[in-house]
């Protein structure tokens, strides 16, 4: 049986190496940190049909067999899929209504995660602050490129930028305005504000 290490790994992480192994093996044993971690995996892979057994280490951590399997399961009935074009509109570069390090890390995680997703979406606009994360000192700009070279088109608010004076640091995506944006919102079966 494979052993992965995932201990000290900040979210996401854990699970999305969990995710890429259960790819891999039908069956594989994850060392992992008590708390969020520990609980993230499990439910992940409890969420995806997979057996869990956990064992608390002598160390603190915590030892999880996970095995392919309907046994147990608690995995939700999957959701239809959407047609049509799933669009990401984000008005901010941090997520959430907390402490502003915490929302930008949760943006950070966020965007980079989007890349281990088996969906992706269509579309991504960046309006108001969001346009700092496509510009010049952006902690996500390689992410958004690999999202680029994905399929994913990257849009930037032109009246932004200018707002903002980034608009020479634009790299990545395009720049677009109000009308296309409008008419891309409208236009989407789905539009995920963030």
């Known amino acids: 049986m494979n052993t992965i290490d995932c201990r000290g790994m900040a979210c996401p992480a854990p ?32 969420n995806r049909g997979c057996r869990v057994s956990e064992r608390q280490e002598a160390g603190g951590g915590w030892a999880l067999t996970i095995a392919a399997g309907k046994e147990g399961a608690t995995a939700a009935p999957a959701s239809p899929p959407i047609s049509g074009e799933r669009v990401l509109l984000i ?56 999202l680029a070279g994905m399929g994913v088109e990257i849009l930037s608010c032109g009246l932004c930028l200018d707002f903002f004076g980034r608009k020479d640091q634009l790299r990545v995506g395009a720049t677009t305005n109000m009308l296309t944006t409008a008419e891309g919102l409208l236009a989407a079966a789905q539009v995920i504000k963030l």
Do not use: C
């Not at 999305?16 to 995996?41: F, H």
């Not at 502003?100 to 309006?127: A, D, V």
């Open 15 to 46: 699970v999305i190496t969990v995710k890429k192994a259960l790819e891999q093996v039908a069956e594989l044993q994850v060392l992992l940190d008590d708390g969020a971690p520990r609980e993230n995996v499990a439910r992940f892979a409890r």
């Open 91 to 146: 008005t901010s570069n941090r997520l959430g209504d907390g402490p502003e390090e915490l929302g930008m890390l949760l943006m950070k995680n966020l965007i980079h995660t989007l890349l281990e997703t088996s969906e992706l979406p269509s579309r991504m606009f960046f309006l108001n602050a969001g346009v700092f994360l496509t510009t010049e000192g952006s902690e996500v700009l390689e992410a958004l490129e690999k």
